[in-house]
């Protein structure tokens, strides 16, 4: 199963993320499928850079977002992409 999630790449006391899509059972910094996205939090305001057409086609095909990923996209993407971007029941 895909996982849409972020990796820390900035350097120490300095985050910086990119969101990736990747392998959800390899590890944190692990093989990336594609680069989707970055996110720098410090800077003011926190500036988001998204790829919405490809994050739209990972979610279509099954990739689940981490919890941070799903915050993050419901915060700066529009309303029509937060409803693919909902956790399905627990089964």
């Given at each position: 199963?895909?996982?849409?999630?972020?990796?820390?790449?900035?350097?120490?006391?300095k985050?910086?993320?990119?969101?990736?899509?990747?392998?959800?059972?390899?590890g944190?910094?692990?093989?990336?499928?594609?680069?989707?996205?970055?996110?720098?939090?410090?800077?003011?305001?926190?500036?988001?850079?998204?790829?919405k057409?490809?994050?739209?086609?990972?979610?279509?095909?099954?990739?689940?977002?981490?919890?941070?990923?799903?915050?993050?996209?419901?915060?700066?993407?529009?309303?029509?992409?937060?409803?693919?971007?909902?956790?399905?029941?627990?089964?």
């Amino acid at each position: 199963m895909l996982s849409i999630r972020m990796t820390r790449v900035g350097s120490k006391k300095k985050p910086f993320f990119r969101v990736v899509l990747s392998e959800a059972r390899s590890g944190l910094q692990g093989d990336v499928v594609e680069n989707l996205g970055t996110y720098n939090p410090r800077s003011k305001p926190a500036v988001v850079s998204l790829n919405k057409e490809r994050i739209q086609h990972w979610l279509g095909r099954g990739a689940r977002p981490s919890d941070s990923v799903r915050t993050l996209l419901s915060k700066h993407l529009t309303r029509d992409l937060s409803a693919v971007v909902e956790t399905p029941a627990a089964q």
